[in-house]
């Protein structure tokens, strides 16, 4: 079945350790994205890509890095976690970039830093 | 600054019709996205209005107003299974979208 799928399903993470959130998507788009959801704000966008080889700086970048090797795969890194960085993380890809396009979201990766 | 207007909780009964209200204030305005989110679940695609108007897709509808920046989306013949989230997100000059902290609906029978 297409669409995006993101490991772990949940994570319990001990502050200060080092994570990688996997995320893989199998429609061959251009674009992915990172967010973050916490009760009672809106999404956020931590980073994106907007194609195999480019990354950019979301509104919440700070602790967080990626990379985007080739189209299917953009990991998110925390290097060093943090309780705040406690969220629930979303993965998404659209089609295009540069334009208002659909984007599609995997089921997420619920991560606990204590 | 941006930002993103939405009710944090509405309740509505089943077989009614409810409108969830946005409004947004973004640098740029390239449209409107709304999307469905099932509580544990992800995001999924509803609506994009980019011109004013109305837009009708089977029970929900979608409206939007880029002079007063307003938008709305309306559900018809409620049912259950719409007991979820409604997450606005205004796309902004960039093409990002900015998000709004969603409107929790709630079904009763």
């Known amino acids: 079945i297409a669409g995006i799928t993101q490991a772990p399903t949940s994570q319990i993470l001990a502050a200060g350790r080092r994570m990688t959130l996997r995320c893989t998507q199998d429609m061959r788009h251009n674009a992915m994205y990172w967010y973050r959801q916490d009760l009672g704000l809106g999404l956020r966008l931590i980073h994106y890509?907007?194609?195999?080889?480019?990354?950019g700086k979301g509104e919440v970048p700070d602790g967080y890095s990626v990379s985007r090797a080739n189209t299917d795969d953009f990991p998110l890194t925390l290097a060093s976690a943090v309780p705040s960085q406690t969220s629930v993380y979303f993965c998404a890809s659209s089609e295009a970039s540069g334009v208002a396009d659909t984007q599609y979201f995997g089921p997420g990766t619920r991560l606990t830093v204590l | 600054g941006q930002n993103i207007d939405q009710p944090t909780e509405m309740t509505a009964t089943e077989g009614a019709i409810v409108q969830i209200n946005c409004t947004y204030q973004?640098?740029?305005?390239?449209?409107l996205f709304w999307y469905q989110q099932h509580a544990g679940e992800a995001p999924t695609f509803l609506s994009y209005?980019?011109l004013d108007g109305l837009e009708e897709k089977g029970r929900f509808s979608s409206f939007l107003s880029r002079s007063k920046g307003y938008s709305y989306l309306l559900l018809k013949e409620l049912q259950m299974k719409d007991s979820a989230s409604y997450l606005c997100a205004s796309v902004d000059s960039n093409y990002q979208l900015i998000w709004g902290a969603g409107t929790k609906l709630i079904i009763k029978p």
């Open positions: 890509s907007n194609t195999a080889g480019t990354t």
């Open positions: 973004t640098s740029g305005f390239n449209g």
């Open positions: 209005n980019v």
